[in-house]
Every structure is written in C-alpha cells, then in structure tokens.
C-alpha cells in the first residue's frame, strides 16, 4: 500500500536514460523532511542519556505496529515511530512518524504525519501532514516560530498566530499526553495547541479498561482528547486512546471517527519494538521494567 521507494523509482528511471546523459555530479535523492523508512535499530549505547532531556516514557527506537481497521474491516497497517534525533533550528528535538496505509472497497487511507518536538520541553517545532483519506486529501507543512509567536505553512505561504510559546501538534499531543500522570476521572486542560481556535485542549481520563490484541493481554488508561478543531481528535468526534497501564504508556488502541463515512478508524497494536528514552530516570526504569518483563514472560514468548 505505500508508495514504491524514491530509491526505486529513480534506479528505473535511470535505466531508461542513456548512459551519456547519467554522467555528472551525483543527484540528490532524498529530502531530509520525506518520511523515513523505519523502524530505525538502536541500542541502549547509541542513544546517551541526555541530561536536559524531559522525563518520558518513550525515546529513539520505539516502533508499534498497528492493524488498522474501518468499521470491522481490516483494512491495512498503522505504525508510530520514534525515528531520532535531528536538530531544528539548534533544537534537538525528537523526530516522530506516524503513518496509517490500507483500503477496503470505497475506503481508503494513506495518511503520513510527521512531527519534531523538542527533548526538553516536548513543544513542536516542525509539523507534516499528508492526507489521503475518503473524501478528503490535505498536505500542509508547518513550521513553530515561538520567539516570534508565528506558526508558517511553508507549503502555500499561509502563517498565523501560536496559540502557545510551547505549541503542541495532533501527533507531538500523544506522545505529550504519555507524560502526564493520567489520574481516571480527571480533566487535563492545556493551552498548548499551536492554533488557538484548536484551545483549549482537553484530556478527560475516562477509566481503566483491559484491551487485547495479538493474543497480548494489556491493562489500559482510556483517555479521550479534545481539540477545538478539525483533525484526529477534533470535539465532538468520540476520540479515544487506550494507553498501556505501565511505564511505557503505550498506545494500544486508538479510535477516531472519519469525515463522510459510517464509521471509525481504529489502530490495535500489533507489535512493540522498545525504545531508548533520553531522561536518565527513565531509562533506568524502562530497562528495569523490559528485564522484569522478559523474566516473568512464559517460555517461548
């Protein structure tokens, strides 16, 4: 269902040109903001420990595949990744690719988002969407200004207003949300969004619940966030996230309703390659928890 790679196309189309005119400096053949392939392989010594890094529960590395279903149709795969850090601007920030790929008869997605969100305090400073849904197509490509309080479409010149000096995306939101202490029957109220129609945002924590999925039972936090505007959790569109009830705060279920159609997206998380968190905290209590896991694992698993 993805796109063949640019790599692949550009070999094909080489092999149609005549060799003469193949001769000359070397092309340029990826854009370092086009989606990456992942996952991308780390270990526990190609990733220090920053000590300005925010305590989170995820880091460089982490990969979670998702089935992807509208209705009761499985309809492809889903996968959030961690794919590094890059520098924006002298920021470091974490680079995060979220990608939905599937169909079923009239309905089909192919959705990328991309989001680099700073280490420190987790505000965004680079925002992607590129959108194939039914019905409905979108490609818009942001960039966070916060010493300027502007955000920048660098895909048709629009700009506007920051709704925060610490703006937060639809995608960079989740991975904000697995750092908060998600207490069930508590609101969280945050002004964070970049746009301020999109404010404020609210994140109700609804209850625990048990979510099974790939034969792998997972004790959950369902949350239910609210953004004022249109997107994946727009208000009004009965959104909810089924985090692991862990130090991981994994995503393992995610619903979200889709525009013209009798319906929700869902993502059932299918598989978990773990990262490497940054803060030293918690890296120590994420690789106590994976050894805990592993030795408590029945054999064979």
């Known amino acids: ?24 400096p070397e092309p340029e053949l990826q854009d370092p903001l086009a989606p990456v392939a992942v ?42 990744s961690v794919v590094g850090v890059e520098d924006v601007r002298g920021n470091p920030a974490y ?15 192919d959705d990328t988002y991309q989001t680099w969100f700073d280490v420190s305090t987790l505000q965004s400073w680079r925002f992607i969407q590129d959108i194939d849904d039914v019905g409905y197509q979108s490609y818009r490509h942001f960039e966070f200004f916060p010493e300027r309080m502007r955000w920048e479409r660098q895909d048709n010149d629009e700009a506007g207003d920051l709704g925060s000096a610490l703006p937060l995306d639809d995608i960079a ?26 404010n404020p945002v609210v ?45 991981r705060r994994l995503p393992v279920y995610v619903k979200s309703d889709i525009p013209n159609f009798p319906g929700s997206l869902t993502l059932h998380l299918r598989s978990v390659e773990e990262g490497f968190p940054l803060n030293a905290d918690s890296r120590t209590r994420a690789l106590e928890a994976r050894i805990a896991r592993e030795e408590a694992a029945p054999p064979g698993r």
């Open 1 to 24: 269902m993805r796109p063949a790679s640019p790599f692949v196309l550009l070999a094909v189309l080489a092999a149609s040109v005549p060799l003469s005119a193949q001769q000359g």
């Open 39 to 80: 996952p991308v392989l780390y270990t526990a010594e190609s990733v220090p420990v920053d000590p300005f890094a925010a305590r989170a529960p995820f880091g460089p590395g982490e990969h979670l595949v998702y089935k992807v279903k509208v209705g009761v149709f499985g309809v492809g795969e889903g996968y959030m």
């Open 95 to 109: 680079r995060v690719e979220m990608g939905i790929h599937g169909g079923w008869g009239p309905a089909t997605v």
């Open 173 to 198: 939101f989740i991975y904000f949300i697995r750092t908060l202490p998600l207490e069930v029957g508590k609101s969280y109220t945050f002004s964070r969004y970049f746009k301020g129609t999109g």
């Open 203 to 247: 994140v109700h924590v609804l209850r625990k619940d048990q979510r099974e999925t790939e034969g792998v039972v997972y004790n959950t936090i369902v949350v239910s966030p609210e953004i004022q505007t249109r997107g994946l959790f727009s208000k009004g569109g009965k959104a909810e996230i089924h985090f692991s009830d862990d130090e």
